[in-house]
């Protein structure tokens, strides 16, 4: 990657997103092999490049300077796998393992060890070997790349997405169109957390109701 002496964070992103692109376009890629077997349970698959204004405000959050962005900031680049069933999780994390050219350097096993306030799912953190072309150089640019591979079951998908817009985007009225008063963390965190006890729960009985019918006979 490039990173100069006194490069700005947008100076950073301009010289280096088009690696990072290319290293998600190859985790696309090899991911997408795994949809189509149907015995992974994969709902959807789903990648993004962070923004610049995203990569800014983590950077002043945490204080990290340019020079340390390649080894703080590990999910630039973040693809995430949504399957149907909790034990297919680790059987789509065993299958990402065997993959060529990707190497995954550390996990966090968000499912055996939840987060505080109850998130359930899998991360991977990857090293991608890519190569881009750069236009202004005119050369081929070849690197190790990082890439955040999330595995999450859909439940713990509709969880996530329901913490991120009641932390971060909290509703300025009530259902009743009254002004609501956001409450404190600790009660949130309660209350996000007994609801992700409740979703596990779905996820361990929709494994067991697709267990229940696919041993079913059917009676036409």
């Known amino acids: 990657m ?18 990072y692109r290319s290293a ?12 189509d077997v149907d015995a992974f349970g994969i709902s959807e698959i789903k990648t993004r490049i ?17 020079q340390d ?12 796998i949504i399957c149907l069933y909790l034990d297919s ?3 789509i994390v065993a299958k990402i393992r065997q993959m060529d050219g990707i190497t995954v350097a550390y996990v966090k096993d968000y499912i055996s060890h939840p987060k505080e ?6 991360h991977l953190e990857c090293r991608i070997s890519t190569q881009t072309y750069d236009p202004e150089t005119l050369e081929t640019i070849s690197d190790i790349v990082p890439v955040e591979i999330q595995v999450r079951t859909q439940h713990q998908h509709d969880w996530a997405e329901l913490e991120h817009k009641l ?53 036409d």
Not at 24 to 35: F, S
Not at 50 to 66: A, F, G, N, V, W
Not at 182 to 189: E, L, Q, R
């Open 2 to 19: 490039t990173i100069e002496e006194n490069m700005s964070v947008e100076q950073f992103y301009e010289h280096n997103v088009r690696l």
């Open 167 to 219: 932390r971060y985007k909290p509703q300025k009225t009530s259902s009743a169109g009254q002004e609501a008063e956001d409450i404190d963390d600790k009660v949130k965190n309660k209350k996000l957390k007994e609801y992700a006890v409740k979703m596990h729960n779905a996820d361990l009985k929709r494994m067991e109701l697709r267990d229940t019918c696919a041993f079913t006979k059917r009676i």
């Open 24 to 35: 998600l376009a190859d985790v696309e890629h090899k991911l997408g092999k795994l949809a």
């Open 89 to 91: 999780v680790s059987t």
């Open 117 to 122: 306030n109850g998130y359930r799912g899998y």
């Open 50 to 66: 962070k923004s610049l204004d995203s990569l800014k405000e983590k950077c002043d959050r945490k204080e990290i300077q340019t």
């Open 69 to 80: 962005i390649p080894e703080r900031i590990r999910d630039i680049a973040g693809a995430r």
